[in-house]
Nanobody, 124 residues
Framework: QVQLVESGGGAVQAGGSLRLSCAASGFTVSDYSMGWFRQAPGKEREGVAAIDTERSTDIADSVKGRFTISKDNAKNTLYLTMNTLKPEDSAMYYC??????????????????WGQGTQVTVSS
């Protein structure tokens, strides 16, 4: 049974950093494309960063240069390292995974498995 559990969210001041983790079980992260998405109240879910099985990545323009996505195969965990956080980065952050995704995709509809989310709040 595939399970994704996010952690690492919290409250931080603008300019600060956080690292989100997504612990995977029921599959091997090296075999799946995975992504991070976020959703703020009243807004649509937005793709933030994605990584495929070849470790190619795609990063949304809104966070490029500030956010990095990575996988640790030994820990079977996906990470999102977020630097220079801004108030507009505040949202619920979700990780997603699926084996049959064409590359590193920021499109939510291509992912089958989702975690429950972790809240990130950035104050000015």
């Amino acid at each position: 049974q595939v399970q994704l559990v996010e952690s690492g969210g919290g409250a931080v001041q603008a300019g600060g950093s956080l690292r989100l983790s997504c612990a995977a079980s029921g599959f091997t992260v090296s075999d799946y494309s995975m992504g991070w998405f976020r959703q703020a109240p009243g807004k649509e879910r937005e793709g933030v960063a994605a990584i495929d099985t070849e470790r190619s990545t795609d990063i949304a323009d809104s966070v490029k240069g500030r956010f990095t996505i990575s996988k640790d195969n030994a820990k079977n965990t996906l990470y999102l390292t977020m630097n220079t956080l801004k108030p507009e980065d505040s949202a619920m952050y979700y990780c997603a995974a699926f084996r049959f995704v064409p590359g590193a995709s920021l499109q939510a509809h291509v992912y089958k498995y989702w975690g429950q989310g972790t809240q990130v709040t950035v104050s000015s």
